[in-house]
């Protein structure tokens, strides 16, 4: 059975990884050629992040999805606010503390700053925030609080906080939203809403609420890096990168040392949600024996494919793409650099784990009536427009984040308030779940690679803010899909299909 499974996914996730592959490997042999060794690394980082995809998005299906909307529906079903609270703080701390985009991050930010911000700090910090807004945001599904105006309060206070937050500290801290909603956070967080909003009598407001939380849970990132600045006063840090050289000769010395790593952070990560999910089984889930040894079989799929997958992201990737983004920025033409990050952007967000996760729930929530293709499109565009502008920010030194954050927010929740409201939870948690591992380590490789190749950019200024980007386009481009959706239902008289 899982054979086939195996087969098929492999099939679908061959296509996602193909493009970029083939694009590192035209550009080794027309722009920017690379040492062989390192070629030869990406290549075989391909393959195992083919593979352990495949084997992940099994896991997710078998084992963290289940976990999540059994927990969800457990949760709800006490009708005790206290418990809701308190089950959202805990869960949201603890699955964002296994996170490894977050500490992939988290150690970027440290590497940079000389450990003046440290990993841990950054990490504890981001994790409280995503405890403190899932538990909010459970709380807004169960007393059907409109998700367009929580957002619009929660971003107000992210634009007050951001007068008194630090340049620095204003990338890193829209970086830590994106970056805390990956791989294995976005899974949970959307099966955690499906379980509280399926208990709904209205299926309308089911299907509305069952996106969103991955959205509110992401602010609590940005608020609680911010807070940390104002609080620790930390004002002018200075930071920067030493261009990587290749670090060895061997080309499977990498990726054996990775593994070990890889397998450590994983199974620490996964841990909690399992002891967790132990403790709400004896107490409130009581599910059959076959249903929990299903569920173990999952995680066990979704341990070894997300090792898999980031050891080939860590050891065949990530050189690759700082080596080609210092390539393509020290050449003469600067067009090249913006073409060549458009169209990275456009085929990396088809690699993202968590991508695929949620394409395929909006999908299975509207009942086909959103395809996964047509969102996947549109978040390609999206993504690729985020690095191609995050690239001009690099070489051009007056234009600054907050240039692009703050009117690229102020339109994205203008437009809640027109949009159908299924596609303002579809944006929104479209935005966290664009920035995964495959954009936390390639993509960010590559703009940090190009920010040390331009003398006039900071690496600690210039070379974060990628990921803030990533997570800011889809708000829009997604938006602007359920504007068209909006038009057309009205022209075939669906207009209830999007409301």
Do not use: C
């Not at 105006?149 to 951001?162: D, H, R, V």
């Not at 499977?252 to 070990?260: D, W």
């Not at 990560?269 to 079989?297: D, G, R």
């Amino acid at each position: 059975m899982y054979l086939n499974v195996l087969i098929s996914k492999l099939k679908e996730v061959l296509y996602a990884v193909l493009p970029i592959t083939v694009i590192v490997l035209i550009l080794n042999f027309t722009l920017t050629p690379l040492d062989p060794i390192l070629i030869i690394r990406f290549i075989i980082g391909a393959i195992l992040i083919t593979i352990g995809l495949s084997i992940f998005l099994i896991g997710i299906d078998i084992g963290i999805t289940p976990i999540g909307k059994s927990m969800g529906a457990a949760i709800a079903k006490t009708n005790k606010m206290w418990i809701v609270v308190v089950a959202g703080l805990f869960l949201g701390f603890f699955v964002s503390i296994a996170e490894p985009d977050l500490h992939i991050l988290a150690k970027q930010v440290d590497l940079v700053t000389s450990g003046l911000i440290s990993k841990v700090s950054i990490v504890v910090v981001v994790s409280i925030g995503i405890g403190v807004m899932i538990s909010l945001g459970i709380v807004r599904i169960v007393k059907n609080f409109p998700l367009y105006k929580m957002l619009t309060i929660l971003y107000l206070i992210i634009f007050g906080l951001a007068l008194f937050t630090s340049q620095e500290f204003l990338a890193i801290s829209f970086d830590a939203s994106g970056a805390t909603t990956g791989a294995l956070t976005v899974p949970f967080i959307l099966a955690l809403s499906m379980g509280v909003s399926v208990l709904k009598k209205d299926s309308k407001a089911s299907e509305k609420d069952s996106f969103g939380l991955v959205a509110i849970a992401s602010t609590g990132a940005i608020i609680s890096v911010m807070i940390m600045n104002i609080i620790s006063k930390t004002d002018k840090i200075s930071g920067s990168l030493e261009v990587k050289h290749l670090d060895s000769t061997s080309i499977i010395t990498p990726f054996l040392q990775k593994f070990p790593i890889m397998a450590g952070e994983i199974f620490i990560a996964l841990l909690p949600i399992v002891v967790t999910f132990i403790v709400f089984q004896k107490v409130y889930l009581k599910l059959s024996k076959k249903s929990v040894k299903k569920i173990m079989m999952g995680i066990l799929f979704t341990f070894i494919g997300l090792v898999l997958f980031l050891v080939g992201v860590n050891a065949g990737f990530m050189e690759v793409g700082s080596a080609v983004g210092y390539a393509i920025t020290s050449l003469e033409n600067k067009t090249y650099v913006i073409v060549v990050a458009f169209v990275l952007g456009f085929v990396t967000i088809l690699a993202e784990p968590a991508v695929h996760v949620l394409t395929n729930q909006i999908e299975d929530v509207t009942s086909g009536y959103v395809k996964r293709k047509v969102v996947m499109n549109t978040l390609s565009i999206g993504v690729g427009l985020a690095v191609a502008l995050s690239m001009l920010r690099i070489l051009i030194p007056e234009l600054q984040l907050w240039h692009y954050l703050l009117p690229g927010y102020i339109i994205a929740i203008t437009m809640t308030y027109f949009v159908p409201k299924l596609f303002v939870g579809i944006a929104f948690d479209s935005g966290g779940v664009a920035s995964g591992p495959m954009t936390a380590t390639f993509i960010f490789a590559f703009v940090q690679g190009a920010a040390e190749a331009t003398e006039s950019a900071n690496v600690l200024i210039d070379g974060f803010g990628m990921i803030a980007m990533v997570a800011l386009t889809p708000l829009i481009a997604l938006q602007v899909l359920g504007f068209i959706f909006k038009l057309k239902s009205k022209k075939g008289g669906l207009e209830n299909n999007v409301q």
